[in-house]
């Protein structure tokens, strides 16, 4: 039987559309006459099989199986419909002319959404239709806000990308800064976009300055900001409010342009300078404990004192310490998030095991023992995304 | 994270225990707020299991309202790893740091 006729097929979209799917002829046109009289556009399908093909086809808003029906019978059509993704939410209404309980409970548990005597009474036909209708229009309008929803997160998620890619550009290009430096780094943002930043700069022909930068919280506007003190940081900008490199003016003004923000967001800061006709690293920080200078015979020493965040005290002075650097030392700066890597027992890996994994990895170049400390800090943690951004950047120094 | 406020002698005091952090900073801020005339609030950290950068940030920012208002801002009981966060990040230059509420009161009365 081929009777997946269209009743009226000029009727508006607007008109809500039952699928009547009954093997009996007599028993199906009385009951499309009735929902016809209540103004639906009604198809039709003589059994099983052929209704689930219209129903994949046309989406009515409410389907009226049989229960008894050759090819397949109406329980096994709802069991079809709730395993296939994009029909699993239509409304099904099984009907038969045994209504015991066990019959409906086995009904419902098979996939119907209601049940239908066929000795029902036209009122109880007329509310049972209307509230089948009701649960497919709800069940529609939640579906189109999830789409519109699902839409706007992916907008969204193109666009932290985007910024991600911009954060990324800030990062300087690992390799040789001058014939007597090289430089390598790791980073593991914890969510698309990271809040650590850090940078080598050249200030003139005889010194550069490195930083590395923590932005305190996770997310958007944490990225944004460490994104324009970076920006701060570039020498180009650095010079129109001072003449030399020196990290402890570069704090101080730093410290005047990023004050603590009304919801507390801040940033630490480590900012070191190293001229290569003196050999001297003079280094400052602001809060940020991730510095070390691993000497080349192995011996480490941790580039950090005490000192307030940027932006907690207006008028906090920043201290200068200086270091002689020698032929083969390395100096590694990073975020807490690598050294505060929980296990899964809670415990941190701390500041001892981060040494030793670096002194492990003296012979390795830079490039192989970064990729290394993260691996180890990683497999501490047990798993690859860490709950705070993770970076490191090493400087070598061939003198 | 759990916050409580009782009084005591002439101070108001801020139990919290358990994490603060990110995601627990609004309870810290509007406990905060519903104390805003009190003259002396103690926070009382003996609870507290862990802090981060952002309840750092907000301690920073509670301790620059309190002294722009002229009233007295201490902090008191933490320990362990928060007693060592607070310290690398400076916290007692911005929030006296005492053993005891009675310290902080005696401190606050001097």
Redesign the interface.
């Known amino acids: 039987m081929n009777s997946d006729t269209l009743s009226k097929p000029a009727l508006s979209s607007a008109v809500a559309t039952v699928l009547l799917v009954d093997d009996e002829p007599v028993s199906r046109l009385s009951m499309a006459a009735r929902l016809k009289r209540m103004g639906l556009r009604v198809l039709e399908a003589g059994n099983g099989k052929e209704g689930l093909a219209i129903l994949r086809r046309e989406r009515p808003d409410l389907t009226i199986l049989d229960w008894v029906m050759p090819e397949m019978d109406g329980p096994t059509v709802c069991e079809q419909v709730r395993q296939d993704p994009d029909i699993l939410s239509s409304q099904l209404i099984l009907m038969t002319s045994h209504d015991q309980p066990e019959q409906i409970a086995e009904g419902l548990a098979r996939g119907a959404d209601d049940f239908l005597s066929k000795a029902a009474s036209k009122q109880e036909v007329l509310a049972r239709v209307q509230s089948g209708l009701r649960a497919a229009s709800l069940v529609r309008s939640i579906e189109s806000t999830r789409d519109e929803l699902r839409a706007k997160q992916g907008e969204l998620e193109g666009e932290l990308k985007s910024a991600a890619d911009y954060i990324q550009s800030l990062l300087p290009v690992a390799g040789e800064i001058t014939r007597d430096i090289r430089m390598s780094w790791s980073y593991r943002p914890s969510q698309a976009l990271g809040g650590d930043l850090f940078n080598v700069s050249h200030w003139d022909d005889q010194s550069v300055y490195f930083y590395i930068l ?1 932005a ?3 997310g958007v506007a944490p990225a944004l900001r460490a994104a324009s003190l970076s920006t701060f940081l570039r020498a180009d900008n650095l010079r129109h409010y001072m003449n030399s490199s020196d990290p402890a003016r570069m704090m101080t003004e730093a410290n005047r342009q990023y004050p ?1 923000t ?5 940033f ?1 800061l480590w900012i070191g300078s190293f001229d290569r006709r003196t050999r001297q690293l003079r280094y400052t920080t602001a ?1 940020h ?1 991730g510095a070390l200078l691993q000497r080349q015979n192995g011996t480490v020493e941790w580039l950090t004192h ?4 940027l932006g ?2 207006a008028d906090t002075t920043y201290e200068i310490t200086t270091v002689l650097i020698a032929d083969g030392d390395r100096v590694l700066l990073m975020s807490d998030g690598i050294y505060e890597a929980p296990a899964p027992t809670g415990e941190l890996w701390g500041t001892t095991r981060l040494e030793t994994t670096f002194m492990a990895h003296r012979s390795a170049p830079l490039g192989e023992a970064l990729p290394a400390l993260m691996a180890e800090a990683e497999r501490w943690h047990g798993a690859p995304v860490f709950p ?1 951004d993770a970076a490191l950047l090493g400087l070598e120094f061939r003198l | 994270m759990q916050i409580a406020h009782r009084s005591y002698r002439t101070a108001d005091v801020i139990d919290i225990t358990g994490q603060f952090n ?1 995601g627990t ?1 609004k309870e810290f801020s509007a406990a905060i707020e519903k104390i805003k005339t009190s003259p002396h609030v103690i926070l009382n950290f003996k609870g507290v299991t862990f802090v ?3 309840a ?3 301690l ?2 509670a301790a ?1 309202q309190f002294k722009s208002a002229n009233r007295t801002l201490s902090l008191v009981g933490a320990q362990g790893t928060v007693k060592q966060v607070l310290n ?3 916290i007692e ?2 929030i006296p740091t005492f053993a005891s509420e009675d310290a902080a009161l005696s401190k606050a009365a001097a």
Do not use: K
């Open positions: 923590d305190s919280g996770h603590l009304e919801d507390g967001s801040y630490t809060g404990g005490t000192q307030l965040p907690f005290e705070d | 990110f900073r981060d950068s952002a750092i940030g907000l920073a920012l620059q690398l990040a400076h230059q911005m």
